[in-house]
């Protein structure tokens, strides 16, 4: 049996799954490679047994999102590792190896992420992960190589092997006990930053991520969401809020989030100044959403929530007022 498990979730991406499957399967000689389909109503589930035999495809019943849809995908996949990878990845020649090398060498590591290029401009970092993720002290998501909108060029700075407190879930590797002790995604989350909640619960039980830069892959990011869509601002503000409502240590709870709630509504408004009155709205709705859930959420608090963080300032203000829009430690 092979010890890890390449896993790509699917939903109507029959064109994804054609364009970037052949670089999966012709890389990926360590691993058993599966579709997880998420109910797909196009010819995605055909397309695979046409043109990718040697692939096992997992069909879910429902189109469940991107945090359920492996949740329950991955109960049918025992390989000792999961390589959860988006259907819009083109892998490269050795991307494996540098990962098992350090999940059967460093056994404190739960987690790893590769280098994230992108796809459509190669000398440069993408946008979901870029070279491993972090928070800052309001909960804030950034990574090496982009902060905000700021996409950094890929000169080598970042060749190295780090830890880092999130990987991106466009390729995001993990231990298969520690994704079913931590019981996998929040299925709340549906889509957007369930991996960052998940990295953050497994920081909490004393888990280390790591980045290396030795794996390397390329992301078209958006192919399935794109930034333009309120749907997206909707989760990743609902979502954020969530995750700090689970993961925040007790003294830090109630300040960050009304801090954050405060910081919510400058965003907000700062859509109608733009024009985008649809994304405002949709901010208001992802709080109405939180309100609603928050009782369930308080529930969802386990382990020993930490107060140390990677980075302990505000990349608000150090990329808005200072102006640093590259990482510094």
């Known amino acids: ?5 390449v896993v790509i979730l699917n939903w109507n991406g029959a064109k994804l799954l054609e364009q970037f499957l052949p670089s999966v399967v012709a890389y990926s000689d360590e691993a058993k490679i599966y579709v997880a389909d998420n109910a797909s109503t196009d010819n995605s589930i055909a397309v695979v047994k046409e043109k990718f035999p040697t692939i096992t495809i997992i069909k879910n019943e429902g189109n469940y999102g991107f945090a359920k849809g492996y949740n329950l995908a991955l109960e049918k996949v025992e390989e000792e590792y999961y390589a959860l990878v988006n259907s819009d990845i083109e892998v490269t020649q050795n991307w494996l190896a540098p990962i098992l090398s350090i999940f059967e060498n460093q056994p404190e590591i739960g987690i790893i992420q590769p ?3 992108d796809y459509k401009n190669k000398d440069y970092f993408e946008y979901a992960g870029a070279a491993g993720g972090f928070i800052d002290q309001f909960g804030y998501p950034f990574c090496r190589g982009r902060i905000f ?16 407190f999130w990987a991106s879930g466009a390729c995001f590797f993990i231990r298969k006990e520690i994704y079913r002790k931590l019981n996998g995604f929040d299925a709340d989350f549906f889509a957007h930053q369930e991996e960052i909640d ?20 390329y992301h078209i990011g958006g192919a399935t969401l794109n930034e333009s ?3 997206k601002t909707f989760l990743n503000f609902r979502n954020s809020l969530l995750m700090l409502t689970k993961n925040l240590p007790e003294n830090k709870l109630v ?19 733009k024009g985008k009155l649809i994304h405002c709205w949709a901010i208001i709705k992802a709080h109405l959403a939180f309100y609603s859930m928050i009782n369930k959420t308080l529930k969802k608090r386990k382990g020993a929530q930490s107060d140390s963080y990677y980075y302990s300032k505000s990349i608000l203000y150090s990329y808005f007022i200072k102006n640093t829009t590259v990482f510094k430690k």
């Not at 049996?1 to 498990?5: E, G, L, R, T």
């Not at 300040?255 to 100044?273: C, E, H, K, N, S």
């Open 229 to 231: 869509n309120p749907k």
């Open 198 to 217: 998940l990295c953050w619960r497994a920081f909490n039980l004393g888990y280390k991520a790591k980045y290396t830069s030795v794996s390397v892959v």
């Open 1 to 5: 049996m092979k010890k890890i498990a």
């Open 255 to 273: 300040p960050i989030l009304f801090v954050r709630l405060i910081l919510d509504g400058i965003a907000g408004i700062q859509f109608i100044f």
């Open 115 to 117: 280098k994230i290029l």
């Open 149 to 164: 909108e700021t996409i950094e060029k890929d000169n080598g700075q970042y060749d190295d092997e780090l830890e880092i």
